[in-house]
């Protein structure tokens, strides 16, 4: 078992920045890869960023990338989402999962085993 909280959210304005962590306990030796996930109202969930631990490879959605940066602090078990230049509709809640299988991305909510509450990012106008 991988247990995942978020952490970070809040209300910001357009063109601020945030960041959200997201911290794992438990098995973590047995994690590949954690990744971001967002859901916006009437919205189906999607990809945001991924930090995968072999060759400490990162992926990012098109919507995000350039804004958005994912880093992992390795003795902690976290990973960070710094997000500059924020936007109304990067308002969502923002999810963070760990997958514990080996893949060739992770892009995939599908390809994520444990997932945390979530938390809330809302940008104003």
């Known amino acids: 078992q991988v247990y995942v909280r978020e952490s970070g959210g809040g209300l910001v304005q357009a063109g601020d920045s945030l960041s959200l962590s997201c911290t794992t306990s438990g098995r973590t030796f047995s994690v590949y890869a954690l990744g971001w996930f967002r859901q916006a109202p009437g919205k189906e969930r999607e990809f945001v960023a991924a930090?995968?631990?072999?060759?400490?490879?990162?992926y990012y959605a098109d919507s995000v990338k350039a804004r958005f940066t994912i880093t992992r602090d390795n003795a902690r078990s976290t990973v960070y989402l710094r997000m500059n230049s924020l936007r109304p509709e990067d308002t969502a809640v923002y999810y963070c999962a760990a997958a514990v299988s080996f893949g060739a991305s992770y892009y995939y909510a599908s390809q994520y085993n444990y997932w945390g509450q979530g938390t809330q990012v809302t940008v104003s106008h």
């Open positions: 930090f995968r631990w072999t060759g400490d490879t990162t």
